[in-house]
């Protein structure tokens, strides 16, 4: 059975710093594509970041480009994202998934991943 467990959220200030990490169980990490997306109070789950199987790839949403950073250590079955200078707007409960596709052509299409994490949240004061 697939699992992905995230950590490292937290409530931080404005300007901060935090890394998510996503633990990967249950297939082999190196063929899964990942991808991280966040929900806001109020709003509907949007993309942030995807990588693809490799590491060599990725992907950033217009609103976290410069300011997060999205990695894998395929030996240690983890994905990482290092969010620097973090906003308020950024608070959201952040989730990991998983995508087997072949292609990886849509990392931002929710429906192209197969499994899901529990979500981690982050708060953001100003």
């Known amino acids: 059975q697939v699992q992905l467990v995230e950590s490292g959220g937290g409530l931080v200030q404005a300007g901060d710093s935090l890394r998510l990490s996503c633990a990967v169980s249950?297939?082999?990490?190196?063929?899964?594509?990942m991808g991280w997306f966040r929900r806001a109070p109020g709003k509907e789950r949007e993309a942030v970041a995807a990588i693809s199987r490799n590491g060599i790839t990725t992907y950033y949403s217009d609103s976290v480009r410069g300011r997060f950073t999205v990695s894998r250590d395929n030996a240690k079955n983890t994905v990482y994202l290092q969010m620097n200078s973090l906003k308020a707007e950024d608070t959201a409960i952040y989730y990991c998934?998983?995508?087997?596709?072949?292609?990886?052509?849509?990392?931002?299409?929710?429906?192209?991943?197969?499994?899901w994490g529990q979500g981690t949240q982050v708060a953001v004061s100003s």
């Open positions: 998934a998983a995508s087997w596709e072949i292609g990886f052509r849509s990392p931002f299409t929710e429906s192209r991943y197969d499994y």
């Open positions: 249950g297939r082999t990490f190196s063929n899964v594509a």
